[in-house]
C-alpha cells in the first residue's frame, strides 16, 4: 500500500466520522434522539482512570480513530469484495457497522440495550441515519485498493 493511498482513506474515514457526529449531537433540533457518542466511548474507555468524566477530548480522539480503523478495513477488504457505485458499498458498510453497533456493542459493551432501547425509545433512528451519513461519505471519497 501507498503512502497517498493511506492517507486518501484515512482523510475519507476522518471526515465520514465528523459528519457522522455532528448529525448524532445535532439530531434533537430535528425531533431525533441527541447522542454524545464521544462522551459515552470516553466513559467506556477511560471512565476508570478519571475520578470524574473522563476529558471529552479523549472520547473524540477515540471515535475518529475508530471510524479511521473502519474506514481501513473498508478500503482493503470489504469494499473491493462489493458490486455497485461507490456509494451503495458505502452505505452497506456503514449497515454493517449499524447492525453491530445496536446488536453487540451498545448492549454488552455500552449496557444500552438491544438497538439502544436503555437510552432512549428514539435512538436507533439516529444512529441509523449516522451510520447511513458515515457510509455515504465513506464510499464517496474512499479509494478501494
Not at 82 to 99: C, D, E, K, N
Not at 109 to 121: D, E
Amino acid at each position: 500500500m501507498e503512502l497517498n493511498f493511506l492517507l486518501a482513506v484515512a482523510t475519507a474515514g476522518f471526515l465520514a466520522t465528523y459528519f457522522h457526529l455532528v448529525f448524532a449531537l445535532t439530531a434533537g433540533r430535528v425531533g431525533l434522539a441527541k447522542l454524545d457518542l464521544a462522551k459515552g466511548t470516553g466513559k467506556l474507555l477511560f471512565g476508570d482512570s478519571y475520578d470524574g468524566d473522563p476529558p471529552y477530548v479523549l472520547g473524540l480522539a477515540a471515535v475518529q480513530l475508530n471510524g479511521i480503523i473502519f474506514g481501513l478495513v473498508y478500503a482493503t477488504v470489504i469494499g473491493p469484495m462489493m458490486s455497485g457505485p461507490h456509494v451503495l458499498r458505502g452505505l452497506a458498510f456503514g449497515g454493517l457497522l449499524y447492525l453491530y453497533a445496536q446488536c453487540i456493542h451498545v448492549p454488552i459493551f455500552m449496557k444500552g440495550g438491544l438497538f439502544s432501547h436503555k437510552v432512549n425509545s428514539r435512538a436507533w433512528l439516529t444512529a441509523a441515519i449516522a451510520h447511513a451519513i458515515y457510509g455515504v461519505i465513506l464510499g464517496w471519497l474512499s479509494p478501494l485498493l
